[in-house]
C-alpha cells in the first residue's frame, strides 16, 4: 500500500484550480455558481483521494469549510429588513468572495498558459553564429502531455470503482499485494507502449484490490511526470486514454 503520496503535478495546483475544473466540466457560470452542486462534485474529489489515502494539503480541506459555510448561508431563510435597509441587504452575496477569487485566478492562470505557449513556440526558434557549417536538423522535444488533468483521472477512477464495484466480498480471503512503485511503473509503461492506440485507462487496473488499485494509480503519475505517458480525454465524461510520449514524437 503506498502511503503518504502527495500528488503534485503541473495541472494540479491547488483547490482554486480544482473549483475552476469543476466549473468548466459541469458549465457553470462563474458569476452565479450553484454552491450544492459545486460542494458536492469538490467533496466528492476529496473524498475519493480520501479513499485513496493520498496526501490532501490543508488548503484543500479549507475550501471546503469555505464552501459549506457558504452553502450554509445560502440555505438559511433571508431576514426580514427594514425598507431602508433592503437595497442593501439584497446586493450581499455569501459566493461574492469567492467568486472574485475564482475571476482573478482564472485570470493569471490564463496568463501563465499564454506565456508558457509564447515560451514553447520560442525554443522551436534556432539561430546560428555567422559561419558556414552543415545544417542538421535539429529534432524538437514534443512536450505534449495530453488534455487530461489530474482531476480527470481521479473522476475516471471513481467511476471505474462505482462501476465494478471493488469491494472484497466477506466469503473470499485476497492476499495483501505490496508492489514496489517501480516495479509497477515497469509494467504499466510496458502495456503503453505495447497499444500502439494508446490504452484505456481502465485496463490498467485488473486487480481489484485498493493496494493495487492506489500503487497502480500512483504509477501513472509518477510516468506522467516524467514525461514517459500521457492521458487524453475526447470529451468531459468520456473514456480515458494513456499513450506513450515516445509514440506522440513520432506522429
Sequence with gaps: MIQG????LETFEGPLDLLLHLINQYEIDIYDIPVAQITQQYMDYI???QHLELNI???YLVMASTLLAIKSQMLLPKQEFEE?????????????????????????????EALKEKEAKEQQVYTRSPVIFDFKDIPIENTNAGNASIFDMIHALKKLMQRNQWKEPQDTVIERM????EKRMDEVLQ????SKDGIAF???????TKSYIVTTFVAILELMKKREVYAMQEQHFEELYV???????WS
Aim: proline residues 7%.
Design 202 to 208: 481502465h485496463a490498467l487496473f485488473p486487480v481489484p
Design 178 to 181: 505490496d508492489i514496489p512503485i
Design 243 to 249: 499513450y506513450n510520449m515516445e509514440e506522440s514524437s
Design 191 to 194: 502495456q503503453v507502449r505495447n
Design 5 to 8: 503520496y502527495e500528488v503534485k
Design 84 to 112: 431602508e435597509e433592503m437595497d442593501e441587504a439584497y446586493t450581499e452575496d455569501p459566493r461574492e468572495e469567492l467568486m472574485q477569487r475564482l475571476i482573478e485566478y482564472r485570470k493569471y492562470k490564463e496568463a501563465a
Design 57 to 59: 494539503a490543508s488548503e
Design 47 to 49: 473524498h475519493t483521494m
